[in-house]
């Protein structure tokens, strides 16, 4: 069925732009006073009501009221939001002074979640993770990456795993796994950190495939979780195995982007402590460049060097990284928001890294952009000009069309 939505005081398709580099808000394609032509839930055309209706006259009218600026849904290409139990005492010992490594080596940190998430039946935490499906939904976020992580173990892995297929049918958000087992050496299991990254390989990724339950693996690089070697031969396999790989990266120290780069991973994500070597290494790659204000800010920490990324010709995405460790809040417009105005990002780069460069980032084609033929999921802001929705840093709300 056609149906034409509208009246948008501005329209702002993402098409056409460049995937890397630095992006002015000039090259911006804005459709003033535009609808959009929609046929079963996929985009058609963008026009004035004039033309759509002479060329469609068929097409059935869904009117919108008010001044409104319409963009693509938001894209989240990083969140662990498959997780029981909450952080709150790491996040007040942080406060008090203590690092995350501290935090982690003293009992806290991702394992407390893992314990909690494997006390948790795979029905709670699909519940759990719908709550949270739901909840970025209706900030504007329509497709979420969603990683395991909090298992660590074959069987756990494929609860968390499961539990997110499962949810994908309960949300309207549309969940895209990523099978995180490697997060770090799980304190139960007897045998080296390469012992633990071959049990993954022989042992879970292949039912992952076969279920059909994740085609993304990742990998944290960090002292006190995996070292670059023993990732790049752990990535090059699950690269052999089908996955598409993707690295937690340069966090607190340097080595996880060129694994990344190295390997041909679809991202490298974090990237705090990326120095100049890093930035080139990514800008003259495939891989996107993934920074997660979420982190930084729950954390206390710089943010990852965005401006210096885009000014060497990187693909930027931004992302939550939506986990109840080092990221607890997940406002990705927010977050957006601020890193926009700590790095002097444009509104074109924060917008652009929210959809079109997010999509890349999970390499999907048709999406994040309100392109012909790509899904008619959108979202509706009330305001009349699109620099409105990051100058209220996330407190002006949009509404999602379908
Ligand atoms: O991306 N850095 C590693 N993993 C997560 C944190 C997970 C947690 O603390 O539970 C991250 O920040
Ligand atoms: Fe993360």
Redesign the pocket.
Known sequence: MKTLTGPFTQILPFTGLPLKGPLKDSQLQIINNGWVLSNNGRIVTIGTLERLRKDHPSAQINEITGDNVLLPGFIDC?T?ICFAGNRANDYALRSSGKSYTEIAKSGGGIWDTVTQTRAASEATLTELLVKRADRHLSDGVTIIEV?SGYGLSVEQELKQLRAIKEASYKTKATLIPTCLAAHILPKDFEGTRSAYLDDILQNLLPIVKKENLANRVDIFIEDGAFKTDQALSFLDKAKRLGFDVTV?ADQFSTGGSAVAVEIGAVSA??LEASKDKEIKLLAKSDTVAVA?PG?SLGLGMQYAPARKLLNAGACLAIAS?W?PGSAPMGDLLMQAAVLGAAEKLTAAEVFAGLTSRAAHALRLTNRGTLATGAPAVMQAYPCSDYREILYNQGKLRSQILY
């Open positions: 990083h662990h990683k937690h994500d974090h997660l982190a990284d986990n």
